[in-house]
């Protein structure tokens, strides 16, 4: 059941990767030219785009290979996809089979536990395995550059936690309704109002990205530890609903 589960996501898998591929050679290729675009704000004279002299010192901190590595990649443009790649994985694990009323056909060869475990644990592969390659990617360039991946290790811890956390979530929507659209859509809708809520300060916790695309604020260690417990908890009580559900 594993393989299949696994064949069964490997076109979303193939889908994201080439969409993710195709960001990051446009990223890559585009060094210099981004590079010199913020140079060429410092000469700017309009006040709404600040004081010029803020881009020529950004400017030269992109040809820093590294700091061009965990700014344009890794938070500005990777980092944005994590929670919805979660969504996309998991928001029809369950669902799926229900529209398709193949439950029972399932139930008649294996035991619910397993086969919450198999479905879970295939999707979390797929995740992972996903997270890993956005956060080595940087590599294919790194021959002409001083990179040095330790550097943006946090980065990596906060892609796998904030994947876990959503990938959580869209489990147990995937598992509580018994349609493919409705789990999605209220993964969605869910992303979006702790996205929102968590734009007040006291309410910095709710907002994931912040989490995600910036992981050397003082609370990092803090909300990795609180994340996990909740994406764990939200796990096992999908797992108590569905070996309870009346499929």
């Known amino acids: 059941m594993f393989k ?101 056909f399932l139930l008649n060869i294996i035991d619910r536990k397993k086969i919450f475990f198999i479905k879970t644990f295939s999707v979390f592969f797929m995740i992972f395995l996903l997270m890993l390659i956005i956060f080595f990617m940087p590599l294919i360039f790194a021959f002409n550059n001083e990179f040095n991946i330790l550097l943006s290790i946090r980065y990596l811890i906060s892609f796998l936690i904030g994947a876990f956390l959503w990938g959580s979530i869209s489990i147990f929507f995937s598992i509580f309704f018994n349609d493919s659209l409705k789990s999605f859509f209220s993964s969605i809708i869910a992303l979006t109002l702790t996205t929102i809520i968590g734009i007040m300060p006291l309410f910095n916790f709710f907002n994931t990205f912040l989490y995600v695309l910036n992981p050397f604020g003082s609370s990092f260690w803090l909300f990795t530890f609180l994340y996990l417990i909740l994406g764990v908890t939200v796990l096992l009580f999908s797992r108590r609903y569905f070996l309870n559900k009346d499929l």
Request: aromatic share 16%; net charge neutral; hydrophobic share 50%.
């Open 4 to 104: 299949k589960e696994i064949k069964d996501l490997t076109i979303k898998f193939l889908v994201v990767l080439i969409i993710l591929t195709g960001l990051f050679i446009f990223i890559f290729a585009s060094k210099d030219s981004i590079i010199e675009s913020t140079r060429a704000l410092s000469n700017t004279t309009i006040p709404l785009l600040g004081n010029g002299e803020q881009y020529e010192i950004l400017a030269q901190k992109l040809e820093d290979f590294n700091f061009y590595v965990q700014s344009q990649w890794y938070a500005k443009n990777s980092g944005q996809f994590i929670p919805f790649i979660s969504i996309i994985f998991a928001f029809s694990i369950f669902a799926l089979e229900t529209d398709k009323k193949t439950f029972y």
